[in-house]
């Protein structure tokens, strides 16, 4: 069914309203014709709505489905958080509000959806895991990574692509649809304390702001809400212990939600590297720490974003059947990007369904935000 929303500035009308019978002849006859009362009488005022309230109706609206026929619900699969994962906390809290109204109140179109890349299923393994690992944490801490300065900003540039369904309410199918595989360019200070996001098509036009300068960020008194820290940040991270365990108790300590928290934890490693700038000895003990999560495997071939083949850490959601896979060359043991491919089936996304995809192509450090660097920075 689909819904009619009444305008307040519109007449309502009772087409087809039947009040004929014995008790209802004369009510009948003396009904007032609202159509003519409209006109004779001003239209009723539409306050303005706020500007948070309006992107949280839009973002409803969006996504709500609405079918002939009422639909079985499967288990909801959780979202991936869109916006840079180091920005403040209350920045966050609108992150995904934003995005919706970045495509909507800003009249930014995205590029049309394109069917999700299907590949064969290969199974993971715990064989030579502890030794993969040791190679990817050495190749880490022997990388050069440079340090930000004061006044200088954080640039990361990626190719992704992420998961949209849709839903055939006649037939009750689905079917899953991805973006179209695009450039998305970062920039943070070491602190996250701000930035700037650009991600043609999937943000607004010229990028927007994140931390301090993100306009759906609300601190208190200009200030973050006590208790709500800066997470993940590059200053963060160099100032955690270059220790495996700790970090991951560090990590699971900065977890909630129902959500398993051994997939929670995965996860929150996978937007670390994807997005950030680690220094190599802490870089070193984050792969290690990702090994140490119960469930993760190994799987010898995975691909990122642009083709980029490698072997892969990975762990299976039990809950959405999804498999998230960090992506390193088999070479150089570098870090390449990630993949999430459907394992299990969960909501009609077939096995083999590819739902993610990203690549890091590029990490450097500039003088300015929306600077980009004049040569090629580290990946």
Same mark, same amino acid.
């Given at each position: 069914?689909?819904?009619k929303?009444?305008?307040r500035?519109?007449?309502m009308?009772?087409t087809g309203?039947n009040r004929?019978?014995?008790?209802?002849g004369?009510l009948?006859r003396?009904?007032?014709?609202h159509?003519e009362?409209?006109?004779?009488?001003?239209?009723?005022?539409?306050?303005?709505m706020s500007?948070d309230?309006r992107?949280?109706?839009?973002?409803?609206l969006l996504?709500?489905?609405?079918?002939?026929?009422?639909?079985p619900?499967?288990p909801r699969?959780?979202?991936?958080? @869109?916006?840079f994962i !180091?920005?403040? +906390?209350t920045? $966050?809290a609108?992150?995904?509000?934003f %995005?919706?109204s =970045?495509?909507?109140?800003r009249?930014n179109t995205?590029?049309a959806s394109?069917?999700a890349p299907?590949v @064969?299923?290969e199974a !993971?393994?715990? +064989?030579q895991l $502890?030794s993969?690992v040791?190679?990817? %944490?050495a190749? =880490?801490?022997?990388?050069q990574t440079?340090e930000p300065?004061?006044?200088?900003?954080?640039?990361i540039?990626?190719t992704v692509?992420?998961?949209?369904?849709?839903?055939?309410?006649?037939t009750?199918e689905?079917?899953?649809?991805v973006?179209?595989?695009?450039?998305r360019?970062i920039?943070?200070t070491?602190d996250?304390?701000?930035g700037?996001?650009d991600?043609?098509g999937y943000q607004?036009?010229?990028?927007?702001?994140?931390g301090?300068n993100?306009?759906?960020?609300?601190?208190?008194?200009g200030?973050d809400i006590p208790?709500d820290e800066?997470?993940l940040s590059?200053d963060w991270?160099?100032?955690q212990p270059?220790d495996?365990?700790?970090?991951?108790k560090?990590i699971?300590a900065?977890?909630?939600g129902p959500r398993?928290r051994?997939?929670q934890?995965f996860?929150e490693?996978?937007?670390?590297?994807?997005?950030?700038?680690?220094?190599?000895?802490?870089?070193?003990?984050l792969?290690?720490?990702?090994?140490q999560?119960?469930g993760?495997?190994?799987?010898?071939?995975?691909?990122?974003?642009v083709g980029?083949?490698?072997?892969?850490?990975a762990r299976?959601?039990?809950k959405?059947?999804?498999?998230t896979?960090?992506?390193?060359?088999?070479t150089?043991f570098?870090?390449?990007?990630?993949r999430?491919?459907?394992?299990?089936?969960f909501g009609?996304?077939?096995p083999g369904?590819?739902?993610?995809?990203t690549a890091v192509?590029?990490?450097?450090?500039?003088?300015?935000?929306k600077e980009?660097p004049?040569?090629?920075g580290t990946a």
């Amino acid at each position: 069914m689909t819904r009619k929303f009444w305008k307040r500035t519109e007449p309502m009308t009772h087409t087809g309203l039947n009040r004929s019978g014995p008790d209802h002849g004369e009510l009948d006859r003396a009904e007032p014709d609202h159509a003519e009362l409209a006109l004779l009488l001003p239209a009723p005022s539409a306050p303005a709505m706020s500007l948070d309230r309006r992107l949280l109706f839009e973002e409803h609206l969006l996504n709500e489905i609405h079918t002939s026929a009422p639909l079985p619900t499967p288990p909801r699969r959780p979202v991936r958080r @869109a916006l840079f994962i !180091g920005v403040p +906390v209350t920045a $966050v809290a609108l992150g995904t509000v934003f %995005a919706v109204s =970045a495509l909507t109140s800003r009249g930014n179109t995205a590029p049309a959806s394109v069917e999700a890349p299907v590949v @064969a299923v290969e199974a !993971g393994s715990t +064989v030579q895991l $502890v030794s993969t690992v040791q190679q990817i %944490a050495a190749a =880490a801490s022997a990388q050069q990574t440079p340090e930000p300065g004061p006044g200088q900003f954080i640039y990361i540039k990626s190719t992704v692509s992420w998961m949209s369904t849709s839903v055939n309410g006649a037939t009750n199918e689905s079917k899953t649809w991805v973006q179209p595989l695009h450039q998305r360019e970062i920039w943070h200070t070491p602190d996250a304390s701000k930035g700037w996001l650009d991600e043609p098509g999937y943000q607004a036009k010229g990028g927007i702001g994140l931390g301090a300068n993100n306009p759906y960020s609300k601190p208190k008194n200009g200030k973050d809400i006590p208790g709500d820290e800066t997470r993940l940040s590059y200053d963060w991270l160099k100032a955690q212990p270059a220790d495996a365990q700790a970090l991951l108790k560090t990590i699971y300590a900065k977890l909630s939600g129902p959500r398993d928290r051994d997939q929670q934890a995965f996860e929150e490693i996978q937007e670390i590297i994807n997005e950030q700038l680690v220094p190599a000895p802490t870089a070193a003990a984050l792969y290690r720490a990702a090994a140490q999560v119960p469930g993760v495997v190994l799987v010898q071939n995975s691909q990122d974003a642009v083709g980029r083949s490698g072997l892969a850490l990975a762990r299976l959601d039990e809950k959405t059947g999804e498999r998230t896979e960090l992506v390193f060359d088999r070479t150089t043991f570098a870090y390449l990007g990630s993949r999430g491919v459907q394992v299990k089936e969960f909501g009609g996304i077939k096995p083999g369904t590819v739902v993610e995809r990203t690549a890091v192509l590029e990490r450097a450090v500039v003088n300015a935000e929306k600077e980009r660097p004049a040569k090629g920075g580290t990946a």
